[in-house]
């Protein structure tokens, strides 16, 4: 592992309000992650540990404080460039999917190299190679709809890695899924994290999935208390 992290959140505080009161979610977050770490985030519902993913991935601004990814300072990217940046930095793997249902399995894990600018053809080879890899590869033409649910995050799996980011955040990857299921979907992708040199932050409630990772961070009403 790096020495230097490629993740870094400094003193991160994240406010809501709602009506005439600000309601603290996050509450001073720091953490370092190191490049090739597999990293699970624990805790209860309602503790911030999806609040501090999506901080985490750009997805939302913090009310205080620094994410700073590979020396980047994200509160420093324009809304404008943070598409651009987290396409290369970045791939996400929803709890529920977020797949497009007009789409089949193929279109919706190339999405992201459509708007890279990719051509057509090359990013129909390298999607077909990734769902083939993911046990796909006779599901290409079908829709979610058509799909198990285990099937459906692997073609969420395959979205997040297509334009192979730094930094792979998955968001409860197993929460709507059953336990056999779930041990195949973390086992792919933990060991495709691993072999592409990726980094991994996962945030779950489950002590059975996070023991998964390399290091376990408990939270506890928006505090990094383990």
Same mark, same amino acid.
């Given at each position: ?96 999917? !977020? #797949?497009?249902? @007009? ?7 190339? +999405?992201? /190299? *459509? ?71 973390? !086992? #792919?992708?933990? @060991? ?7 980094? +991994?932050? /996962? *945030? ?23």
């Amino acid at each position: 592992m790096s020495p230097k992290p490629i993740l870094q959140a400094r003193e991160i505080i994240k406010k809501y309000r709602i009506g005439t009161q600000a309601v603290s979610v996050l509450n001073g977050i720091n953490l370092d992650i190191y490049h090739g770490e597999v990293v699970s985030i624990l805790g209860k519902s309602g503790c911030g540990k999806t609040t501090f993913l999506n901080i985490a991935a750009g997805l939302e601004r913090p009310t205080k404080g620094d994410i700073i990814i590979d020396g980047h300072y994200l509160n420093k990217i324009s809304e404008k460039r943070m598409s651009a940046f987290r396409r290369k930095y970045i791939g996400f793997v929803f709890q529920l999917y !977020n #797949l497009i249902p @007009s789409m089949n399995a193929l279109e919706n894990a190339i +999405l992201p /190299m *459509v708007f890279e600018g990719v051509p057509q053809k090359e990013r129909e080879e390298k999607g077909r190679e990734l769902l083939t890899i993911m046990g796909l590869g006779d599901r290409l033409k079908h829709k979610p709809n058509e799909l198990s649910g285990g099937q459906r995050q692997r073609i969420s799996l395959a979205r997040a890695m297509i334009n192979n980011p730094r930094i792979i955040f998955a968001d409860e990857p197993t929460g709507n899924l059953d336990s056999r299921t779930t041990e195949e979907i973390l !086992n #792919l992708l933990i @060991s495709t994290v691993r072999e592409n040199g990726q980094t +991994l932050l /996962m *945030v779950t409630h489950d002590l059975e999935v996070a023991r998964h990772g390399d290091r376990i961070i408990e939270m506890v009403d928006g505090r990094i208390i383990n």
